[in-house]
């Protein structure tokens, strides 16, 4: 089954800490995206790239940083600048089409709490 | 820049009932406009998308939305509620600059009464 895998589910930061949350796409899909989710707010766009070895900031990159090496592949870092890290993080990946009207697949997320 | 507003953070339905929920949109060319649903702990699976064709979409598990341009919405409607229903579920419109960006709701959490 294609799908988007992200692991891991949970994770735990330290103070001063950057860790990265992996996302796997075969679903063939040039573009990809990383959303943060907070309660009441929305999904929130971090980064997002269109295709191999280019990407894009979102709206709330600060204390984030990414890469795009390999077309399935979409790690996101979150830096010991993020300052408030704690939330619920989404990958998400669509196929190129006219205007944007490819919808965007989505995987079951991973949960950053800080210790 | 593209935006969605959806109002009342939680709606609350009881089982057999109309579940309706609003979207609003804002752009300055015809969007492209999606719902999704999102369980406790999962990602966003999508339930339908307008994308030009009909105004009146369907999507799964009973859902369906209706595109209105002169009203700038596009509301998700299910006949009626059941138990399994209960989740939140967003709006979202593509942005027009070719980037394939989505712009979401800030969502709406459905309890349904049983």
């Known amino acids: 089954d294609g799908g988007i895998t992200q692991s891991p589910k949970y994770l735990f930061r330290k103070e001063g800490q950057n860790v990265t949350l992996s996302c796997e796409q075969n679903l063939n899909h040039d573009a990809m995206y990383w959303y943060r989710q907070d309660p009441g707010q929305g999904l929130r766009l971090i980064y997002y790239s269109q295709i191999v070895n280019d990407f894009q900031k979102g709206d709330i990159a600060e204390g984030y940083s990414v890469s795009r090496e390999k077309k399935e592949s979409f790690p996101l870092t979150v830096t010991s600048a993020q300052k408030n890290p704690t939330a619920f993080y989404l990958c998400a990946s669509s196929g190129y089409g006219s205007g944007g009207n490819q919808p965007q697949h989505f995987g079951d997320g991973t949960r950053l709490s800080i210790l | 820049a593209q935006s969605v507003t959806q109002l009342g953070s939680h709606v609350s339905v009881s089982e057999g009932a109309l579940v309706l929920l609003r979207c609003n949109y804002s752009s300055s060319v015809p969007p492209y406009l999606f719902w999704y649903v999102q369980y406790p702990n999962q990602g966003l699976q999508l339930l339908l998308k307008?994308?030009?064709?009909?105004?009146l979409v369907k999507g799964i598990n009973g859902f369906e939305a209706e595109f209105k341009k002169s009203e700038t919405s596009f509301h998700l409607t299910k006949p009626s509620a059941h138990m399994s229903d209960a989740a939140e579920y967003f709006c979202a419109v593509s942005d027009t600059g070719g980037n394939n960006r989505l712009a979401f709701g800030k969502g709406n959490q459905v309890v349904v009464i049983p």
């Open positions: 307008y994308t030009s064709a009909a105004t």
